[in-house]
Structures are given as C-alpha cells and as structure tokens.
C-alpha cells in the first residue's frame, strides 16, 4: 500500500482520489492554492500546495488539468526529489505489451491504451479516452474525456486534445495546442494554438 497526497482540490481531484482508494492505497489527503478550505471529500487539506516538504517521504500526484499549472508544481516539487504517484483506474485497459506510462500521470476509468504505446509523464489519459498503438504523448498531455488518438500518433508536450476530439492515424501534434471538443484532426499540425472544427483548423 502506498501512502499518497494529491495536489488540488477540483473536480479532478475527486477523480484521482477514487483511483487512489479504487487501487486500494491510503489517500493522506491534500494540498491546495485554496486557502478557504480545511478539509476536501471527507479528507483533510494538509496545506497549501507549495507546503510539501513535510510528505517528502510520501509519494504525490497532481491533480490539476492545466499543463502549465500542473508542470509549474511538478518543476518545483522534482528539485526537492519528490516521488510521484502513477494513477491508473483498475477499469483502465493498459496493454501489456511495450506499453509505458511516465511517472505521475493519471489513466481514468475505462481508458484503453493499445501496445507500444508510450505516454509521457504528468499526463492525463481521461475517461473513455482511446490510445491506440505506437503512440508518442509528450509530458504534460491532456488527452479529454472520449477523446479517439488512431494508430502512431505522435503529441507534442502541454498540448489538450479536447473532450470527444478524434485524430487519424500517423498525424503529428506539436507541443502547446488546443484541440476543441469533437474536432477532428487529419494532418499534422506544426504550429501552437487552437485547433476546431471538422476538420480542425487554428483559430486565432
């Protein structure tokens, strides 16, 4: 059993506390930028989320859905040496086969990941979300809820591929995009910014 903080306090908090308990390790409770707040879900808030020193010999995961947030804590926590908690949903389908999941990072209830893929670290795979094989996703990745990555795709760091969005197969994403709710991605994209539509296009 692992000893486990969460860093946040939102709705994906709540999730990633479920995979903790689902998972049958001991949630310890959490830390927040939220200072109103004494306790979250019936567990206590143990301070505020640069107060981490104290659970040093714990291991952390943070529950934040912005990439730069989230890699903001997680740069300033990794100088400290702090040990991160990889969260996978025991409904998570994780392929066996030359599958990797970085440190720190999030796979939801009923998520598939396909063989050779690889996801980075501090990632977020979101419920019902699909990886299929041979895909690259970069550190700090959102992959939304529903959201369908064919085979060999490759996603660039920070980037949100939003809630029921759809890329082909062997398409490239590079690092630092937006990609809508429900659009649908056929070509590769080069250049950062938010991409919407069927097919997806950057908007400004």
Same mark, same amino acid.
């Given at each position: 059993m692992k000893n486990v903080v969460i860093i946040g306090t939102g709705g994906h908090a709540k999730v990633v506390a479920d995979?903790?308990?689902?998972?049958?390790?001991?949630?310890?409770?959490?830390?927040?930028?939220?200072t109103g707040i004494k306790s979250f879900m019936g567990w206590p808030v143990l301070g505020r989320d640069t107060e981490y020193e104290p659970f040093l010999q714990h291991?952390?995961?943070?529950?934040?859905?912005?990439?730069? *947030?989230?890699?903001?804590?997680?740069?300033?926590?990794?100088?400290?040496n702090a040990k991160w908690y990889t969260a996978i949903h025991p409904s *998570?389908?994780?392929?066996?086969?030359?599958?990797?999941?970085?440190?720190?990072?999030?796979?939801?209830?009923?998520?598939v990941i396909n063989p050779c893929a690889q996801i980075g670290a501090h990632c977020i795979v979101n419920?019902?979300?699909?990886?299929?094989?041979d895909n690259q996703i970069g550190d700090f990745v959102?992959?939304?809820?529903?959201?369908?990555?064919?085979?060999?795709?490759?996603?660039?760091?920070?980037?949100?591929?939003?809630?029921? *969005?759809?890329?082909?197969?062997?398409?490239?994403?590079?690092?630092?995009?937006?990609?809508?709710?429900g659009a649908v991605v056929v070509k590769n994209i080069e250049v950062p910014g938010i991409y919407v539509g069927v097919p997806a296009r950057r908007v400004k």
């Amino acid at each position: 059993m692992k000893n486990v903080v969460i860093i946040g306090t939102g709705g994906h908090a709540k999730v990633v506390a479920d995979i903790v308990l689902s998972s049958k390790d001991h949630l310890l409770g959490f830390l927040t930028s939220d200072t109103g707040i004494k306790s979250f879900m019936g567990w206590p808030v143990l301070g505020r989320d640069t107060e981490y020193e104290p659970f040093l010999q714990h291991q952390f995961v943070v529950a934040i859905g912005n990439a730069v *947030a989230r890699e903001r804590i997680v740069s300033s926590m990794n100088q400290a040496n702090a040990k991160w908690y990889t969260a996978i949903h025991p409904s *998570a389908m994780v392929s066996a086969v030359h599958s990797t999941i970085g440190e720190g990072s999030v796979v939801m209830p009923y998520a598939v990941i396909n063989p050779c893929a690889q996801i980075g670290a501090h990632c977020i795979v979101n419920s019902n979300a699909t990886v299929e094989h041979d895909n690259q996703i970069g550190d700090f990745v959102h992959i939304s809820v529903g959201a369908k990555l064919a085979g060999t795709v490759v996603i660039g760091r920070r980037t949100w591929v939003g809630v029921g *969005a759809a890329v082909r197969d062997k398409v490239r994403i590079c690092q630092d995009c937006m990609i809508g709710a429900g659009a649908v991605v056929v070509k590769n994209i080069e250049v950062p910014g938010i991409y919407v539509g069927v097919p997806a296009r950057r908007v400004k």
